[in-house]
């Protein structure tokens, strides 16, 4: 499926959901992703990527930053401690805030660096002991914490369990959402974005359905 075709679905489950036609960003989702692949999606235009390790992204994207103006780069993946002031010098966004020492220790490469990348909470909503993300049920307490430690925090992300109904899951991230007033939903990808649309999503995540296939090494 080509970028074009990936946006017009996007605009049509934005009206059809009765929003704004842009008010769903879509993150192309570059991880183990040739850099060819990836040139040809920039020089189609499109800006807005993600990528799941810092280590990938820095010999890939410094490069590209240079070349294409107006790049803005998400971490959609788990952020160590120890990567920490790499990701914030080379993402706009980091999806995956999730643990209070995480939260700490961005809070004080912050104030060292007078800048701070847009940080979305990972909320773990099918509390799936496999991945990342706060429970739900904790989900509030450390909104409240990460905004004492003056974090940007902008929204909320979630991935949900591959054998339930996504909407579900869409529908109580969403909740918690608007109960903390944070209006950025990173949630959706290639097979689901447009029910994520339907439920408020600001960010979709898609990667095959624009790159194809994922050239992981063996």
């Known amino acids: 499926m080509s970028l074009q075709e990936i946006q017009t679905k996007i605009t049509k489950a934005e009206t ?3 929003r704004t036609a842009g008010s769903a960003k879509l993150i192309a989702v570059s991880k183990v992703q040739p850099n060819e692949r990836v040139r040809a999606v ?10 799941n390790r810092v280590q990938e992204a820095l010999g890939k994207w410094p490069d590209f930053k240079q070349e294409f103006e107006g790049v803005f780069l998400h971490l959609i993946g ?4 120890n990567k920490a002031r790499q990701a914030m010098e080379l993402f706009d966004a980091i999806h995956t805030l999730d643990r209070p020492k995480l939260a700490s220790t961005i809070a004080r490469l912050a104030q ?3 800048s701070c990348p847009d940080l979305f ?13 706060v429970a739900p049920r904790d989900a509030d307490n450390f909104i409240a914490e990460c905004r004492a430690l003056d974090l940007p925090v902008k929204g909320l992300m979630c991935i949900p369990p591959v054998d339930e109904e996504p909407s579900l899951h869409f529908a109580l991230l969403a909740k918690i959402a608007a109960r903390n ?10 097979s689901d974005f447009e029910r994520a649309i339907a439920f408020g999503a600001t960010h979709v995540r898609v990667g095959s359905a ?9």
Request: aromatic residues 6%; proline residues 2%; without cysteine.
């Open 42 to 51: 920039l020089q189609e235009g499109h800006r807005v990527f993600g990528e």
């Open 16 to 18: 059809n959901a009765g």
């Open 112 to 114: 060292e660096m007078g």
């Open 210 to 218: 624009i790159f194809g296939a994922r050239a992981y090494e063996i």
């Open 121 to 133: 909470v990972q909320v773990n909503t099918g509390e799936e002991d496999q991945k990342a993300g």
């Open 181 to 190: 007033g944070l209006d950025g939903l990173s949630m959706g990808m290639s």
């Open 78 to 81: 788990p952020l160590q401690t």
